[in-house]
């Protein structure tokens, strides 16, 4: 009984043994290598902060100034987006809405610095005094107030002419086709409500030469069948 087993407990230490040998052989080769490490060590790395990689940027340059047209052979350019018929109509109903109300101060805001008011009583080249000036005059001569809660004009009756176009006549013998600048807009507006009593106001169509400032519209020239009374 002892011989048998003293025998089987041979093969079990002899495996012992060989996992201890592996084992340490692991480690020798662990700690007694002299050879330099493959990667930095923190020690080994620069004390400074560290920068991005730099970036090669073409520096902006401003866009060109915005127009309303421009040749094919221009080479970069910025185009305007054109307004739509709602702009004009906000400065036609303006227009009128200034004048029932007798409000001189937005009236004037509707105007070009070189607005003219023309007059075609006067003869073909009619009489051409400072929109402004004239419209002050009327306002103290007559009450456009009476025109309140009247129809002066319908936006359906509205004749709207681009310079654009391409027009073969002018909208009105007054106004030169050759003389509109790309973007103006012509608007002949039927006056529904010229007279109150015997008081005439307005004349009967009135038309509005539009000039494009920014966003929106404003009265380069108002061409008018009227005569201060």
Excluded: K
Excluded at 56 to 82: C, F, I, Q, W, Y
Excluded at 198 to 216: A, F, H, K, T
């Amino acid at each position: 009984m002892i011989l048998s087993s003293s025998r089987s407990e041979l093969p079990r230490r002899a495996r012992v043994s060989m996992a201890a040998c592996v084992l340490l052989f692991v480690g020798l080769l662990g700690c007694g290598g002299a050879g330099a490490p493959l990667f930095a060590t923190t020690s080994e790395l620069p004390e400074g902060s560290r920068r991005p990689d730099g970036v090669a940027v073409d520096p902006a340059s401003a866009p060109p100034r915005a127009r309303d047209v421009a040749n094919a052979e221009a080479g970069l350019v910025t185009l305007r987006t054109p307004l739509g018929t709602e702009a004009v109509l906000t400065t036609v109903s303006g227009f009128f809405r200034a004048i029932v109300n007798e409000d001189m101060e937005a009236l004037e805001g509707l105007f070009t610095r070189d607005a003219l008011s023309i007059s075609t009583t006067y003869g073909p080249s009619g009489s051409s005094p400072s929109a402004p000036l004239f419209w002050t005059q009327r306002m103290r001569r007559l009450d456009y107030t009476r025109l309140a809660g009247e129809v002066v004009f319908r936006e359906v009756e509205l004749e709207v002419y681009r310079a654009e176009d391409a027009l073969t006549s002018s909208p009105h013998p007054a106004i030169r086709v050759e003389a509109l600048s790309m973007g103006d807009v012509v608007v002949r507006v039927p006056i529904t409500t010229s007279r109150v009593g015997s008081d005439r106001l307005l004349g009967e169509e009135v038309v509005l030469w539009l000039r494009r400032e920014g966003e929106r519209y404003r009265i380069y020239r108002l061409v008018e069948d009227f005569q201060m009374p």
